[in-house]
């Protein structure tokens, strides 16, 4: 019993460092997985992987310089996408509306992500029958180390809130 509790003391660490994939099939079934040659072939370039930082860069919009440059213009309908991009970007902080948009979409993105996992691993504890001790145990730190990343990301998304509210960033754009 020793020996058991010893190994998962020292395997708990190292699943703390392990990194987790996502994906979803042709059936829009989520899986996860820790290996990454578990996923599919057909799946890997679109598997996701979670923890990491996801921020891109907001695309230029539509009758920017950059994009009249290439000359390319705006399709009709667009006339607001041009009279917007040619009034400069308002600022709230460190960012304009694109970038606020862009970082609570993520903010929200992960959490839902690792909740998505959370219940995933608590699903598999529903039937216990066919389960060996070890892999029980295993799946219970698992469910720990989640819960431990979604409190994480929430605490992020709290923060983001407030630097919004520092910097009065309008409600629409907190979605």
Known sequence: MKTLLLALLLIYPVSALAVTYEWTDNH???????DRGEIPKKYRKK??????????????????PKNE????KPAEGQGDAKEAA???????GDKDEAGWRL?????????????????SLKARLTDTSNMSRG????????????????DERKQKLRDLKN?????EVPASYRQ
């Not at 970082?103 to 219940?119: G, P, V």
């Not at 892999?135 to 979604?150: A, C, G, P, R």
């Not at 630097?163 to 910097?167: M, Q, W, Y």
């Open 86 to 92: 040619e009034k400069p970007n308002k600022k709230y």
């Open 103 to 119: 970082a609570f979409q993520n903010a929200n993105a992960s959490i839902q992500r690792a909740e998505a996992e959370l219940e």
């Open 69 to 72: 440059k290439a000359g390319k």
């Open 47 to 64: 598997a996701k992987i979670l923890g990491e930082d996801e921020v891109e860069a907001p695309s230029a919009p539509a009758g920017s």
């Open 28 to 34: 829009g079934t989520v899986h996860f997985t820790d």
């Open 135 to 150: 892999e029980y145990l295993s799946i219970q730190n698992s469910i720990k180390h989640t819960q431990s990343i979604l």
């Open 163 to 167: 630097e919004a509210d520092r910097a």
